[in-house]
């Protein structure tokens, strides 16, 4: 008789400990992102607004994220294809794209700061800094794991020029 709860060849998990991580770590952020978007629209009730100029470079990034949605989806496509070109292509788009975003945060950074916007000044603003410099922590994170993942494939994948 075996006292084991579970006998080691009897039970595995359906989903692997990395895609269950990376679930939690997802659901994780939504919730942060929709209780700091519910608690700005709590508080902006009962506030006076400033209006400011909102920076133009922040619709830039927009569009360089959505992008890089789109460069990362045909990333993961290539890599199911076995395409290892096209892999090490889209995945270096993906990277020039989050570090282009990145930088125009920080670009609109400087424009709120040179307009007298503060993260220590209305909340208006504070909450601005905060969206935007959580969506850079955000990004920065899953940037420095793409980057690895990039360098792990030109140690071990075989170069164009080797398959000649």
Request: proline share 5%; charged share 10%.
């Amino acid at each position: 008789m075996n006292n084991e709860p579970f006998p080691p060849s009897s039970w595995q998990p359906k989903l692997p400990v990395q895609k269950i991580m990376a679930y939690l770590a997802i659901a994780a952020i939504s919730v942060l992102f929709v209780t700091l978007t519910m608690a700005y629209k709590i508080q902006s009730q009962h506030w006076h607004w400033e209006t400011f100029p909102f920076p133009k470079i922040f619709f830039a990034t927009t569009f360089a994220i959505i992008v890089s949605s789109y460069t990362m989806q045909a990333t993961v496509k290539a890599f199911k294809r076995s395409d290892t070109l096209s892999f090490q292509q889209l995945l270096g788009a993906t990277i020039v794209l989050g570090a282009l975003f990145m930088l125009g945060q920080v670009a609109g950074w400087y424009n709120l700061h040179k307009n007298g916007i503060f993260f220590d000044g209305k909340l208006d603003g504070a909450y601005l800094y905060l969206l935007s410099g959580l969506h850079v922590l955000h990004l920065l994170v899953g940037w420095l794991l793409l980057i690895c993942l990039l360098q792990k494939n030109y140690r071990i994948a075989p170069q164009p020029t080797e398959m000649v």
